[in-house]
């Protein structure tokens, strides 16, 4: 019985046109940077926008080669149409995560794409290609030509990580990051193993996250396993985990307060340094149960004075190959083998054969 509205927005159409008296330009190549200021490790989101109002085909690209920069592609390259400067124009999108290595100014070259360009032939009179500033440009590519185009240079300035409040434990980790751990199961008996998984998660250069360590519980054997890691790409950057898992193997019976692990890292959001760790796990070890003896009624009344008299082994069956009592069995040979009058029937088959 009730109704539920959403919020309204506004969206301005306007009017194909040149913008400030230059016209739009067929084909071009836009790049742009997230931020123009990021710190040492933290990712700046690079997107390459390709603008055409033609029919390409062949693209290849070529990214700047920049010292101290690498650059990691996100999603796969998506195609969408747009308005720049009152035209349509159909938008080709890639984006990169990048990676600096290096405090400082950086100046990221422009990056390039190399494509054929065709006009078509057979123009019908309401087609977008009747555009007289589109003729122009591209009359020379009516048969498919060869192009080279280029967008511009881009200034990134990258900031060195503060030296105040520094952890002494800091691996390098940059980023937003979470720490979750579970003890399974959290009671055993003594000897038997329980396992304590720790999961770094977060957004950030997650090749970073360390190799963490148990420190060691007292009567308490440790055994690791290989850490996992695993990363993820999304138009925000890279993101990922690490799983880290150990045994631990209690020696004898009592209650284990399993210590904590703690990592740090600098939070880009809050533009400072921070440390997390696991949640506080209690281990309950229970004492070995000793073996009980059952006994029956019929075993209680031929129990002497000095305890149950032991029953005389009774053989239940045979094996089809008993093993031998006496060395008679081993030295007693059966044979079967016709007797009589058979026997020389049997010795001339194999002459008469």
């Known amino acids: 019985g009730k109704t539920f509205s959403s919020n309204t927005e506004i969206l301005n159409v306007v009017k194909s046109s040149t913008v400030s008296g230059t016209e739009a330009p067929p084909l071009f190549l836009n790049t742009t940077l997230s931020s123009p200021q990021v710190y040492v490790q933290e990712q700046a989101i690079y997107t390459l926008k390709l603008y055409r109002r033609a029919r390409v ?17 996100l999603d796969k390259p998506h195609e969408y149409q747009s308005v720049h400067g009152g035209q349509n124009y159909q938008v080709l999108e890639v984006q990169y995560a990048l990676v600096l290595t290096r405090e400082g100014n950086h100046t990221i070259q422009p990056a390039k794409m190399n494509m054929t360009v065709f006009q078509p032939q057979n123009k019908s009179p309401r087609s977008r290609f009747n555009d007289p500033s589109f003729d122009n440009s ?9 192009i080279e185009v280029a967008a511009k ?10 030296a105040e409040g520094k952890p002494a434990d800091f691996t390098g980790l940059v980023g937003s990051f979470e720490i979750e751990s579970k003890l399974d199961p959290a009671t055993i008996k003594a000897g038997v193993s329980a396992t304590l ?18 420190p060691q519980m007292e009567a308490t054997k440790l055994y690791a ?12 950057g890279l993101s990922g985990s690490k799983t880290m898992k150990w045994a631990l193997v209690p020696e004898k019976a009592g209650r284990y307060e399993v210590p904590l692990i703690t990592v740090s890292y600098f939070d880009t959001l809050i533009r400072q340094y921070r440390e997390i760790g696991t949640s506080s796990h209690a281990l309950s070890v229970l004492p070995d149960a000793p073996q009980s003896v059952q006994t029956t009624e019929e075993n209680n009344t031929k129990a002497g004075a000095n305890g149950p008299v032991q029953e005389p082994v009774k053989e239940l069956a045979r094996d089809i190959l008993p093993v031998h009592t006496s060395i008679q069995d081993a030295m007693t040979v059966h044979t079967t083998r016709p007797r009589g009058f058979l026997l020389p029937v049997f010795l001339m088959i194999p002459v008469l054969a």
């Open 153 to 162: 240079a881009l200034a990134l300035k990258v900031l060195p990580l503060p």
């Open 197 to 214: 998984t720790v999961t770094v998660s977060g957004r950030g250069n997650i090749n970073r996250i360390p190799d963490l360590k148990v």
């Open 57 to 73: 085909m062949d693209i290849s690209l070529t990214l700047p080669q920049t010292e101290h920069i690498s650059f990691k592609q």
């Open 138 to 146: 591209l009359s020379f590519f009516s048969r498919g030509r060869p």
């Open 225 to 236: 396993d290989e850490p996992v890691l695993k990363s993820t790409t999304d138009s925000k």
